[in-house]
């Protein structure tokens, strides 16, 4: 199982950036995956779900500013970070929702700052 979490970097406050993670060894069409961040010093927090029938959830520090998608062709889950906040700042990774967590992947940073 390999989770392959990209598209993170530098960014003003205010912008925009789309994160992507392949994931492989799984079926990945029948599981609920989820969007996690864990900022420096802080626990890991959990910030978009889209279960398996495409519904989706977000806690409400980023509902309005993020939104997460599937593409269950290309086993990928997206996340789709809008006005962004300094406080956005932290590696995001992808893994399964729910019970039975996968191997956590590198994840990708986001750095929000002027």
């Known amino acids: 199982v390999q989770l392959q979490a990209s598209g993170g970097g530098l960014v003003q406050p205010g912008g925009s950036l789309r994160l992507s993670c392949a994931a492989s060894?799984?079926?990945?069409?029948?599981?609920?995956m989820g969007w996690y961040r864990q900022a420096l010093g802080k626990q890991r927090e959990l910030v978009a779900v889209?279960?398996?029938?495409?519904?989706?959830n977000y806690p409400d520090s980023v509902k309005g500013r993020f939104t997460i998608s599937r593409d269950n062709a290309k086993n990928t889950v997206y996340l789709q970070m809008n006005s962004l906040k300094p406080e956005d700042t932290a590696v995001y990774y992808c893994n399964r929702y729910g019970p039975g967590a996968l191997t956590w992947g590198q994840g990708t940073q986001v750095t929000v700052s002027s």
């Open positions: 889209i279960r398996r029938d495409g519904i989706t």
């Open positions: 060894g799984i079926i990945f069409r029948f599981n609920d």
